[in-house]
């Protein structure tokens, strides 16, 4: 059984820093795609940054230059380094994986059938 928990949210003023972790178990296949997500209240989910098994990474505009995903391989842990943080990152952050496919990782077209519970982000101005 494929299980994600994340860990690292909290409250943090605008242009901190926080360092998400989503250690991941259970999950047996050779090739992968990890995401994190976020939904703020009232707001639809919206991807946030992508890593496949090949170490090809895509983000949102909105967190570009800012964020960075990164996966340990011996921990099987994936991070989400975020730096800058404005008010408008508060959310719930989840991470998901699952096998990769012919669509990239961060495509509309692409799911993701393996979730956390999610971690949340509170930024204040």
């Known amino acids: 059984q494929v299980q994600l928990v994340e860990s690292g949210g909290g409250s943090v003023q605008a242009g901190g820093s926080l360092r998400l972790s989503c250690v991941i178990s259970?999950?047996?296949?050779?090739?992968?795609?990890l995401g994190w997500f976020r939904q703020a209240p009232g707001k639809e989910r919206e991807g946030v940054a992508h890593?496949?098994?090949?170490?090809?990474?895509t983000y949102a505009d909105s967190v570009n230059g800012r964020f960075t995903i990164a996966k340990d391989n011996v921990n099987n842990t994936l991070y989400l380094q975020m730096n800058s943080l404005k008010p408008e990152d508060t959310a719930m952050y989840y991470c998901a994986t699952d096998q990769p496919s012919i669509v990239s990782c961060g495509s509309s077209l692409y799911t993701y059938n393996y979730w956390g519970q999610g971690t949340q982000v509170t930024v204040s101005s």
């Open positions: 259970g999950y047996t296949y050779g090739g992968y795609c």
């Open positions: 890593i496949d098994s090949d170490g090809r990474t």
